[in-house]
């Protein structure tokens, strides 16, 4: 199994082929509006318009997630709003997901076997927890919530030249 043989629910609440994102390198994170780590979109929203514009197959998809302290209450349209408004948020964003415990996405179930966290737990620690997918659709690397985008841009850059 990879990544693209699961699928997903968008902010509008369409389904989602992951599949379509098959032969992209993408960085998968688990994000929230109110979290002390929420000014990483704007590191997000960088690196994707730097990288998306480049033509090389490069995706961020956003899963908001709202497990952590309750730092995600609102609704899809207001997620949708506050990434647009306060970050210009334009990489691809789903709708709310839990990424711990038995209601787990089965993606998050997914990422989470295939890269475990420091000492070889499967559990997100918290909000902003990266996952750096190949073009095969297979994990790269974890990254840290508190690990910012801007410091694993080369590491995206190595993959897309692969």
């Known amino acids: 199994m990879n990544v693209y043989d699961f699928q997903a629910t ?11 994102y098959r032969g992209k390198v993408l960085l998968i994170v688990n994000t929230a509006s109110k979290c002390g780590f929420t000014p990483q ?23 908001p997630c709202d ?5 995600e209450p609102g609704t899809e349209a207001e997620i949708g709003a506050f990434c647009e408004q306060n970050y210009g948020v334009t990489f691809p964003m789903f709708a709310k997901v839990e990424v ?38 297979k994990v790269v690397h974890r990254y840290a919530p508190q690990t910012k985008p801007e410091d694993i841009a080369d590491e995206i850059e190595q993959v897309l030249q692969q």
Not at 10 to 20: F, N, T, Y
Not at 41 to 63: D, I, K, N, P, S
């Open 10 to 20: 968008a902010l509008d609440g369409k389904p989602v082929d992951l599949a379509q």
């Open 41 to 63: 979109y704007q590191g997000l929203e960088t690196l994707y318009r730097e990288l998306h514009a480049r033509g090389h197959g490069f995706e961020v998809l956003g899963f």
């Open 67 to 71: 497990q952590f302290g309750h730092q």
């Open 100 to 137: 711990n415990g038995d209601g787990a996405h089965p993606l998050w179930k997914h990422l989470k076997g295939e890269a475990p966290g420091v000492l070889g737990t499967e559990a997100i620690k918290w909000n902003f927890t990266k996952f750096l997918i190949g073009p095969d659709g």
